[in-house]
Each structure stands twice: as C-alpha cells, then as structure tokens.
C-alpha cells in the first residue's frame, strides 16, 4: 500500500507522530478484528482477505458450505466497500481537503459501523443464526474495508497497511536491504500491532464473550481521537 507523502509531510510534526500512532492502533483493531471473527463467527476473518480467499478452497475442511458463504460475504462487503470509498475519495483538490474527506467519508463511518458492530453482538450474543453471523461479518468486513482506504490516504509511509502485512513486511525487508530508514519504526509497529490485537481480542472473548468486537472498536474510536482536524480545518496543527 503506497502512503500519501505529501499529506502528512505538509503538516506539523506532532501531527505526524498522531497519525503514525493512528495507523498502528489501526493494525492492532485489525488483529482484534480478525480474531474476533475467526474464533466467534465461524472460523473467517474481516481484515485479512488473503485468508478468507484460501478458506475458501478448503473444501475438506468441517462446515465447507458455511465457511464459503461467511468467507465470501466477508470479501464481497470488503471489495464493494473498497471501491465505494475509493470513489467518495478520489481527485481531492488540496491537501487539506484529501485529509478532510478521508476523515469525514472513511475515519468515521468506519468507527460507528464498528459500534453497530458491538450493539449487534450485545443484543444478539453470539449471533447464532447464519443471517445474525452474516450480518455482523458483512458490516465489519465494512468498516475494516473503509479502514484500509483511510490508511492509505493518511499515511506519509509506503507498505504501512493496517488490515494485512505481507505488503508491510516486503517493504520493511526491501528498505532494510537498501538502508533506507524512512518509515521503519511505524511499518514495524504496525505489524506487531496486529498479533498484539488478536491476543487481547482472545483474552476478552474468554473472559466474557459479549466483549469480543469492543477490543477492536475502542482502538479505532482511539485512532479517531488522534485524527480529528485541527483548527481551521486544515489537519494540521
């Protein structure tokens, strides 16, 4: 996932360490995310669609039919949010205005399909039916779907991806064979950032399953904070 240079560059440093630290909190509700969905809804994940892809071809694996329907909900909901983000935030103007819209279209709608997330799963625990568990992994696949677009729109550092690494850690191994520094410490952080995640998100589902999706949702709310514009609108200090 290529980074934005220009958007972040043209702010105020502590802006930047703001977004940086966004990104990575980002990395960690995608891993809560993701662990949250394989261990309470089905055995699919909602960030990582290389896996659901793969999932999908296991056709000897217990409950196939299920896993093929919830895996390819998960990946129509994120492809179709994708590219409906993408839309809602093409050919920005200004700077400011790129910052703006990915704040305005992607931050939060992303952060309140998540809370949507957490209500379903506090009325209906566990969401046993195929429709209950379908709806909860379309929508969250939704919201990580419009996570991944606002992290490459915010982002001042090429490879940070917040729902999967294996981008992340070519461009951490590429740029660590060609001693470049730039962007190392938060490409890093986010990829610890996300088994740290799926260990809080198990610790929490064991703990008391109702709280399964909240890990995920209290990070991003977190990032959220970090990146709310500043004053006059511009994103920056």
């Known amino acids: 996932m290529t980074g934005t240079p220009e958007l972040v560059q043209s702010t105020h440093p502590g802006r930047v360490r703001r977004i940086h630290l966004a990104l990575v909190l980002l990395s960690f509700s995608a891993g809560a995310a993701d662990a949250f969905a394989f261990l309470a809804l089905g055995g699919i994940f909602t960030a990582n669609m290389t896996g659901n892809l793969i999932l999908s071809g296991m056709f000897t694996r217990p409950q196939f039919a299920l896993t093929l329907l919830t895996a390819g909900v998960a990946i129509v909901s994120f492809v179709g949010v994708l590219y409906t983000a993408f839309r809602l935030t093409r050919a920005p103007t200004t700077v400011s205005a790129t910052a703006r819209r990915a704040f305005r279209r992607l931050v939060l709608p992303s952060v309140a399909v998540q809370a949507v997330v957490v209500v379903i799963w506090m009325v209906l625990p566990g969401a046993d039916s195929t429709v209950e568990r379908c709806v909860v992994i379309a929508l969250s696949a939704a919201a990580l779907a419009l996570q991944t677009v606002a992290a490459k729109k915010l982002s001042d550092v090429d490879g940070v991806t917040t729902t999967y690494v294996t981008g992340t850690l070519t461009t951490t191994m590429q740029d660590l064979a060609l001693?470049?520094?730039?962007?190392q410490g938060v490409r890093v952080?986010?990829?610890?950032?996300?088994?740290?995640?799926?260990?809080?998100?198990?610790?929490?589902?064991?703990?008391?399953?109702?709280?399964?999706?909240?890990?995920?949702?209290?990070?991003?709310?977190?990032?959220t904070g970090l990146l709310i514009p500043g004053p006059g609108s511009d994103f920056g200090e």
Do not use: D, I, Q
Not at 179 to 183: E, F, K, S
Not at 197 to 221: E, H, K, N
């Open 179 to 183: 001693r470049a520094a730039h962007g």
């Open 189 to 223: 952080l986010s990829v610890l950032a996300l088994p740290v995640g799926a260990v809080c998100a198990t610790a929490a589902l064991a703990l008391a399953p109702v709280l399964g999706p909240v890990v995920a949702w209290v990070a991003a709310l977190l990032a």
